[in-house]
């Protein structure tokens, strides 16, 4: 049983830093792509069994040191009665984003065992397949995310009309960020409950919002979700892309047990900033840099590690992998780390 994900995250001491890549069961791999021609991706995160399926595909493919469950952060949204769809080229869309106030009164609060529980059937079969050799982790779409995909419909630049809500009817912001909130947390206790070993909240639009923003609408919300998370008794990693700046604020307010760091931030300081913090530190490779040569990636991926010192860090991307690298590139980033040895 490989267990050095879990040691990591909670700070003992380990031979190495484990390795998984945000993002891993995707495009890049050959084997996904052969399942996402048989079945689109909704279904995919909708069937249990091809949701597996991927999820082990680079465990078995590339000897990463977790498994995270095959989903998608909108199925909450969708679950609280959002019609989601993801078409090819444009990405994640929802049909009708909340405008009118009559919107925000339509969603539904979501029990997860009812309404997610295709999601948690996946988690008890993964965990099944898995069969310990590495932990697998849940995770949910922190709420100002999930709100401004809510308001927005789709991916955006601007984010003119999340924004927009936030200066208009800021009253109306908090109430469906609090519910979010409660809804994010309600499901990851439940992922626990069905094998998740530890659960990841990703805030992937906290790049959206200026400081005083970030801490008024997007950070007690994810305090919240991760506060409700760790009830249930596994490591919780909290990670929001764009908010480098926020690090030290990010661990106080949250509690959670690993801090994502993304690939913006220079990996010393994100290390020195925490140092006194009892948190783990996860990332954080930039992506991008899987499209040099593998000797190029190693000696990237050795510069990262070493930044981070080795202990009470898990190696990872500083963001999800591409779906155009090389399966051959991503192994070798998987390699360098397990190579490497601390000093
Ligand atoms: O990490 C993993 O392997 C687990 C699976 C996972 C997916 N999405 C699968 C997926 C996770 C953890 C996510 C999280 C997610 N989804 C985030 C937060 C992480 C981040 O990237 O910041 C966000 C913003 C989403 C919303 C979303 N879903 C987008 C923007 C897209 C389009 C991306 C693209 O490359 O087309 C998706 C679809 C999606 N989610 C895919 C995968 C593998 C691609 C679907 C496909 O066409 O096969």
Redesign the pocket.
């Given at each position: 049983m490989n267990d050095l994900f879990l040691r990591a995250c909670r700070r003992e001491l380990v031979e190495r830093p484990p390795v998984w890549?945000?993002?891993?069961?995707?495009?890049y791999l050959p084997e996904?792509r052969a399942v996402?021609e048989r079945a689109d991706?909704l279904t995919?995160?909708g069937t249990p069994e091809l949701a597996v399926e991927v999820?082990l595909q680079?465990v078995d493919r590339l000897g990463v040191d977790a498994a995270?469950?095959?989903?998608?952060?909108?199925v909450v949204p969708q679950a609280m009665g959002m019609a989601l769809s993801?078409d090819?080229g444009v990405?994640?869309r929802f049909h009708q984003p909340l405008r009118s106030p009559g919107d925000f009164a339509r969603l539904r609060d979501i029990v997860p065992e009812q309404h997610l529980g295709y999601v948690l059937d996946a988690l008890r079969l993964a965990r099944r397949a898995l069969d310990g050799r590495v932990p697998l982790i849940g995770?949910a779409?922190a709420p100002w995310?999930l709100m401004s995909?809510m308001v927005e419909g789709q991916?955006s630049k601007s984010f003119t009309q999340a924004k927009r809500l936030l200066v208009q009817d800021p009253a109306r912001a908090h109430a469906l960020l609090a519910r979010l909130a409660q809804a994010v947390g309600a499901f990851l206790v439940a992922q626990v409950a069905a094998g998740a070993q530890a659960v990841?909240l990703?805030d992937?639009?906290a790049s959206a919002l200026g400081p005083r923003d970030f801490r008024e609408f997007a950070l007690p919300y994810l305090a919240e979700a991760v506060r409700l998370a760790k009830a249930a008794g596994v490591p919780v990693i909290a990670?929001a892309?764009g908010a480098g700046w926020a690090l030290e604020e990010i661990a106080r307010a949250t509690g959670a047990d690993v801090i994502g760091v993304d690939w913006q931030t220079d990996a010393e300081d994100a290390r020195r900033r925490l140092a006194g913090l009892p948190v783990a530190l996860q990332g954080n490779l930039d992506p991008g840099w899987l499209y040099a040569s593998p000797g190029e990636i190693r000696t990237r991926t050795r510069d990262m590690l070493a930044a981070f010192g080795g202990r009470s860090h898990i190696a990872n991307l500083g963001?999800?992998i591409n779906?155009d690298v090389p399966v051959s590139q991503a192994q070798a980033f998987i390699d360098a780390v397990k190579e490497w040895r601390i000093p």
């Open positions: 890549m945000m993002r891993q069961a995707g495009r996904y996402r991706f995919m995160v999820t680079p995270i469950i095959f989903s998608d952060i909108l993801v090819e990405g994640p995770f779409g995310t995909y991916g990841q990703f992937s639009w990670f892309p963001h999800g779906p």
